[in-house]
């Protein structure tokens, strides 16, 4: 049985990011496109309806990205996230939510100026800020430690325009994302790891909770994992990635691990995009995988209506609701 994409992406706002996820709850939700559907006719309405309710919006192509590897796929939304604008939103909030005026300006939004505007010694301003970080972001154990002392710093470099202060956040963005060479270079943030695939979902837990604190509403991923399903390479390279069955495997393992994460996960929604042969390819598809096979299908199912609640959908643009046996597809 097949949906409309616009019927299920209906539902999908109704259901889960008008409100559920807000609150703090997590969802997973495949959906396999039937051509001329793509991933896209998926992604771009998500992508609208997370800027409309106020959601952070990730996507992420198995093409570009290798998706089995849960540190390659934090680094890719890492990427697409404005770390300081984050960071720069909960300063100006905790500043006004502790009687502070704060200027509109961003050039004057640093210690002096404000320490200016509300006839307030500097140095005091700099001792209570430091005092309100520590208690609500170092000592919100909700997030791993390094994600904590990287959003502290991240948010004292907002008002502090010292060399030091601003290297160190530069080297804290590209470790996010990533980029960062030497780890050696957050030696002065008490940061000693790289995030690899040992503390990657933690980091993941830490930045949905972190989007709740800053004022977001929470995270929409988009993840396309139609390459996973491609069997051959092109015989001659095209710049983009293709997998092996082993890391596809590999794949479907991440995305059991996110579904079976969905109580600790917060404000979080997943929608994963795939193409007919992920329900049809014996070698390579869900068939195969049994651990996320067993989440997402429906051994008991409405004969002649589609569930548009299910873990795993089934998309086609001409898809007609039947009502009975006379009007099934």
């Known amino acids: 049985m097949y949906l409309r994409p616009e019927d299920w992406l209906a539902t999908v706002e109704r259901e889960y990011l008008r409100d559920f996820v807000g609150a703090g709850g997590a969802a997973v939700k495949l959906a396999v496109t039937l051509p001329p559907l793509g991933a896209d006719d998926v992604r ?3 992508q609208r309806l997370a800027a409309e309710y106020g959601y952070c919006y990730a996507a992420v ?3 570009t990205t290798k998706l089995h590897m849960i540190d390659h796929l934090f680094h890719a939304v890492a990427r697409q996230l404005d770390w300081d604008t984050l960071a720069h939103d909960y300063v100006r909030a905790l500043l006004a939510a502790n009687g ?3 200027p509109a300006e961003p050039d004057a939004f640093e210690y002096g100026r ?3 505007l ?3 010694p500097e140095s005091e301003l700099r001792r209570d800020v430091r005092e309100w970080l520590t208690d609500r972001v170092y000592r919100d154990y909700a997030m791993a430690q390094e994600f904590r002392i990287a959003m502290l710093r991240l948010c004292q470099a907002q008002l502090d325009r010292g060399e030091a202060v601003q290297a160190e956040a530069t080297a804290i963005r590209h470790w996010l994302r990533g980029e960062l060479r030497l780890i050696s270079a957050l030696k002065s943030a008490l ?3 790289k995030i690899a695939r040992h503390n990657a979902r933690d980091m993941f837990f830490s930045l949905a909770h972190w989007l709740r604190l800053v004022g977001r509403q929470g995270l929409v991923l988009a993840l396309d994992i139609t390459r996973y399903t491609a069997g051959r390479r092109p015989s001659e390279p095209d710049g983009t ?3 092996t069955t082993a890391a596809a495997m590999d794949a479907y393992e991440v995305l059991r691990q996110f579904i079976d994460s969905t109580d600790e996960l917060e404000a979080c929604f997943v929608a994963v995009t795939a193409p007919p042969e992920f329900l049809e390819d014996e070698r390579r598809g869900l068939a195969k995988y049994d651990a996320l096979r067993l989440r997402v299908w429906d051994e008991v199912r409405d004969r002649y209506r589609a569930n548009p609640l299910s873990s795993l959908v089934r998309l086609r643009a001409d898809a007609v609701e039947a009502s009975g046996p006379n009007g099934a597809e």
């Open 191 to 193: 940061i000693f790891q």
């Open 241 to 243: 990635l293709y997998h």
């Open 44 to 46: 771009t309405p998500l």
């Open 118 to 120: 509300n006839r307030y």
């Open 114 to 116: 404000i320490a200016e």
């Open 61 to 63: 192509d198995s093409a």
């Open 100 to 102: 502070h005026a704060v």
